[in-house]
Nanobody, 117 residues
């Protein structure tokens, strides 16, 4: 059974930075694509960023492109999301997810990010 545990969320002022982490355990991490998603209050969950198994390919939502960077350390079984120049509209619960058998079939419990104006 895969376990994904996010950390690094918190309260930050607009323009600030946060780095989210997602620690994976239970199954091989280094061979699967991973992604970050977020869900703001009253809104549907939305895609933020994705990374392939070795970090050689990434993709971002237009709303975060140029401000967020997804990366991974397969030796540490950890996924990261570096978030810079944060905006109030980035406020949401952020989730990591991985594609072990099907696309994004395992999810973490989420970490809250709040950006004050």
């Amino acid at each position: 059974q895969v376990q994904l545990v996010e950390s690094g969320g918190g309260l930050v002022q607009a323009g600030g930075s946060l780095r989210l982490s997602c620690a994976a355990s239970g199954r091989t991490f280094s061979s699967v694509a991973m992604g970050w998603f977020r869900q703001a209050p009253g809104k549907e969950r939305e895609f933020v960023a994705t990374i392939n198994w070795n970090g050689g390919s990434t993709a971002y939502a237009d709303s975060v492109k140029g401000r967020f960077t997804i990366s991974r350390d397969n030796a540490k079984n950890t996924l990261y999301l570096q978030m810079n120049r944060l905006k109030p509209e980035d406020t949401a619960v952020y989730y990591c997810a991985g594609s072990w058998r099907d696309e994004y079939d395992y999810w973490g419990q989420g970490t809250q990010v709040t950006v004050s104006s």
